[in-house]
């Protein structure tokens, strides 16, 4: 199955857990996008891989006029829901993948993409798209779990997230983000980073991970190291905290 198959099919089937997920649904980076939307005052914004639609519902309450995309259809159908349930005007909805966008070039003032890029089968040629739809002085805000510069915690991490969801790609280390935005035409991102508690069971409970994988989890975590223990400050039943970052850039303004 192609990778961006396989991404739809895992979230289509778990599309109503992450409207209720306290992962999702709350954060201090939502009154934060909220805030930003107030300042750049009535913004076009695009919610990039919108999931349950957090994001968008965060930058409407501040004005902007919302596109929620995602590549699933039934995440859409659970924003559509939400937008009629909470009377949100201005916010529709597209379907399609971050690497293509069905957008004309400087369509947004805000591009905003929350807890969806370490999916992407092709986070570069994302960026580039993202470039191409953002107004020459929009704003791009990319919130993702990151992994650590470490190699050593990088690569348990990585594991750890493919063994819960089939359709990970990569959580990518700030530096790696610094990087891919810069070759994409972006600034330098200014980037802050915090922790997020996950809790083992509603973890692989929201992605209906096997048991065989759960165990496969349980395994690699058990034989972690002193250092990955205490960076991810993993407890008995699996639960560790997961490094998430805020980087925000805006086009390179040419020389
Ligand atoms: C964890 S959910 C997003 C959560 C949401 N942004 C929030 O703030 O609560 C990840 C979403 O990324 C979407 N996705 C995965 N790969 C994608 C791609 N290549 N293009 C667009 N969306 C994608 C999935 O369908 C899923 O809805």
Known sequence: MKQRSLAAEQFGASAHAYLSSSVHAQGTD??????????????????LGCGAGHAGFAMAQGGA????????????????????RRGIHGMQTRQGPAEHLPFADTTFDLVATR????HWLDVSAAMLEVRR??????????????APESPLLDTLLQTVEILR??????????????????????????????????????????????????NAIRDVLARATEEA???????????????????????????
């Open 133 to 146: 739809v953002l107004r020459a002085d929009g704003t791009l805000v990319v919130i993702d779990a990151i």
């Open 30 to 47: 939502l009154p934060r996008l909220t805030e930003l939307s107030r300042r750049l005052d009535r913004p076009a914004a695009l919610d």
């Open 165 to 214: 969801d089939a359709s990970h790609v990569r959580d990518y280390r700030v530096s790696e983000w610094a990087a891919l935005l810069q070759a994409a035409g972006f600034a330098a991102p200014e980037s802050d980073t915090w922790t997020l508690p996950m809790e083992f069971a509603t973890w692989v409970a929201r992605m209906r991970t096997p048991e065989l994988r759960v």
């Open 229 to 255: 223990r205490r960076h991810f400050r993993m407890q008995t039943d699996g639960s560790f905290n997961l490094d998430v970052a805020w980087m925000q850039t805006q086009p390179r303004t040419q020389v």
């Open 115 to 118: 807890f969806s890029a370490h």
């Open 65 to 84: 006029r919302v596109t929620a995309y995602d590549l699933s259809a039934e995440m859409l159908a659970v924003v559509e829901g939400e937008v009629q």
